[in-house]
């Protein structure tokens, strides 16, 4: 689950949770209504920003602490325990009392103790934010191969879009309470609901377009450049706005496509992104693979070709998308 700071994430986990009261609507485990079921028995693993460990137990008391309350065997809770020590990287320090964590070492504490009582829902909320780059791709991986070994539905919030679709089968947009695309994360990139999701998901240009129609094909013409063909699910002459990620366009020297200058370039290793001024006066932002000897130098005149079949166009207002096809 992604969506703007304040959108309700927190609080529709919190929902699932049975710590909010639910004004309206009907959570399902399953085929099992749980609106009223008590929280305690909701059989919940939880993993919340601020990681609540217990402070006066070790590491390894508080991995077992949900087993002990269930009553396993000695056996079965040393061995779960064990494995969830070793999977999470905490085991050197099991002995350990939580005030001489880290934060990273104490948000795997935590995240060890909900996955051990393999519950049947897991929630997280942001659970790697306070990581280093590197220690939460790993924990990421680690988080998706736990959670398909045991098969546990996990709903997952977090800011960060890649981190969304590297653990996620299908992400949900929110924004203000109302989610907007529930997709898969291929769905939600490259079909985006609405121009909404376009802007939140990567980077694209918004661009005013004109769909016109011509021996029953239509035909799109960004900020009044020339028309090119398109598929739509629209037969209807009108403005609409047209989402052209920087990837989408190629950066040519000569053939179809739309004339522009070369503003400024930027080089990030595999890519160079490119600011390319239109005949009208928009900027817009264009990605390609690095070449070996050299950039497109800035005042270039090029010409942009349109990946036609990946682009993405909207009704005037946005909110529906007319583009067809993956
Ligand atoms: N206890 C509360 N009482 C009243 N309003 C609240 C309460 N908790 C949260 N809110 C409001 O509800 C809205 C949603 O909050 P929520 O915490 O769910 O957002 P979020 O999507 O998790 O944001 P973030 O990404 O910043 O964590 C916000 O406008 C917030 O101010
Ligand atoms: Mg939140």
Do not use: W
Not at 79 to 102: G, W
Not at 114 to 143: F, G, H, Q, T, Y
Not at 170 to 193: C, F, N, S
Not at 201 to 225: C, D, F, P, W
């Amino acid at each position: 689950m992604l969506g703007p700071s304040g959108c309700g994430k927190t609080t529709l986990l919190r929902m699932i949770a049975g710590f909010n009261s639910i004004e309206g609507g009907d959570f399902y485990f399953n085929e099992e209504r749980i609106n009223d079921k008590e929280p305690s028995k909701r059989n919940i693993g939880m993993v919340f920003q601020n990681y609540a460990i217990f402070p006066h137990l070790t590491v390894r008391q508080n991995v077992e602490f949900g087993l002990k309350q269930r009553k396993l065997s000695k056996e079965q809770i040393k061995t779960q325990t064990d494995k969830f020590l070793k999977l999470m990287q905490i085991d050197t320090y099991q002995e350990r009392l939580p005030e001489r964590l880290s934060g990273g070492q104490q948000q795997r504490v935590a995240l060890a103790r909900a996955l051990a009582i393999m519950p049947d829902v897991l929630l997280m909320d942001e659970p790697l934010s306070n990581l280093d780059a590197k220690l939460r791709v790993e924990m990421r991986e680690a988080i998706r191969n736990i959670q398909k070994e045991v098969g546990i539905t996990t709903v997952y919030v977090t800011h960060d879009q890649e981190e969304a679709m590297a653990v996620s089968d299908r992400v949900a947009i929110m924004k203000d309470g109302i989610i907007q695309h529930l997709g898969t994360p291929q769905d939600i990139y490259h079909r985006p609901e609405n121009t909404f999701v376009a802007t939140f998901i990567g980077r694209t240009n918004l661009l005013e377009g004109k769909l016109t129609q011509e021996n029953g094909q239509m035909y799109v013409s960004v900020e009044q450049e020339a028309p090119f063909a398109i598929d739509v699910n629209t037969t209807e002459a009108q403005d609409v706005v047209v989402s052209i990620r920087p990837e989408e366009f190629q950066i040519c020297t000569s053939g179809e496509g739309i004339k522009a200058e070369v503003l400024d370039s930027i080089f990030l290793g595999l890519n160079t992104h490119y600011y390319c001024k239109l005949g009208n006066g928009k900027v817009i932002e264009v990605v390609s693979e690095s070449d070996l000897r050299s950039n497109v130098e800035k005042g270039s005149e090029v010409v942009l070709a349109v990946k036609s079949h990946k682009i993405n166009v909207f009704d005037q207002n946005g909110e529906t998308n007319y583009s067809k096809g993956m």
